[in-house]
């Protein structure tokens, strides 16, 4: 009979036990499983191996922290307005894991993907992708970083551990490095690979589909922003970053106020 309802494989429950997916919560994972090992089981659905944990660890610690970032000053900002409401605190810098910062990996990843299944070969593959945004001066995805150079250390730090892995078929981040070169010899000089360019590889590495990648970073931050919103308990600094924006942005018009510029008329 052709199943017409929704399903779910996640969880389920009974008066005396519960399930993730097919496993007991009690008796087979609390004590005997760590979060990552269940979180990964939860979103693959699969167990996963010493690779795939080791993977992930890697990538989890270097998405959790990036200082002063959109996410974690939106967080510190919310926190201070409203600081009965953490869990709003954390999902207003979660709002900003997007294309620009954090989350990046998803749209790098599936410009790999592109190479991979690109009838001319990889290599083609990545010239086209590379000169396609250089002619419309488009940044690429996984690419460039205004502080880490000639490469950014995270980077090469988890193409390192992936490459150590012997159950690593490396085929993404054969896809990465035709992708490097193509963008250097479209821009004519160094562009380094960026810790979401290396990320994108390592989570294609173990079939995490590029639809997905953004939530792992989602996850990841979250962490992330916890801490910030601890420190702005003993430290704040929402209070400081309000008021220089309010005195450092000038108001201009025929108003008076705190923060006045004085128009082209005024002199």
Request: aromatic share 4%; net charge negative.
């Amino acid at each position: 009979m052709q199943q017409t309802k929704p399903i779910t494989e996640l969880c389920t429950h009974n008066l005396t036990d519960l399930y993730y997916r097919d496993a007991n919560l009690v008796e087979e994972l609390l004590g005997k499983k760590t979060f990552t090992e269940v979180m990964f089981q939860q979103i693959t659905g699969r167990a996963p191996t010493a690779s795939d944990l080791r993977i992930v660890d890697a990538v989890m610690i270097t998405l959790m922290e990036h200082g002063f970032t959109p996410s974690a000053i939106a967080t510190r900002l919310v926190y201070m307005s409203a600081p009965e409401n953490l869990q709003g605190a954390v999902a207003s810098g979660l709002l900003a894991v997007g294309s620009s910062f954090v989350g990046t990996m998803e749209n790098c990843a599936k410009l790999l993907d592109d190479i991979m299944r690109d009838p001319e070969g990889r290599e083609a593959g990545a010239r086209r992708i590379a000169a396609d945004h250089r002619a419309r001066r488009a940044s690429m995805p996984g690419f460039g970083h205004h502080l880490h150079k000639p490469d950014d250390p995270r980077a090469l730090k988890l193409l390192e551990i992936a490459r150590d892995l012997p159950d690593i078929s490396g085929e993404h981040i054969a896809a990465l490095c035709a992708l490097a070169q193509a963008v250097d010899a479209a821009a004519g000089r160094h562009i380094t690979i960026n810790a979401t360019g290396a990320i994108a590889a390592l989570l294609g590495e173990i079939g995490i589909p590029w639809q997905v990648m953004r939530g792992f970073a989602v996850i990841a931050r979250a962490a992330g922003l916890v801490s910030h919103i601890a420190e702005e308990q003993k430290h704040p600094s929402g209070r400081y970053i309000w008021d220089l924006v309010d005195h450092d942005i000038p108001y201009v018009g025929k108003g008076d106020g705190h923060n006045k510029r004085p128009t082209a008329e005024e002199g």
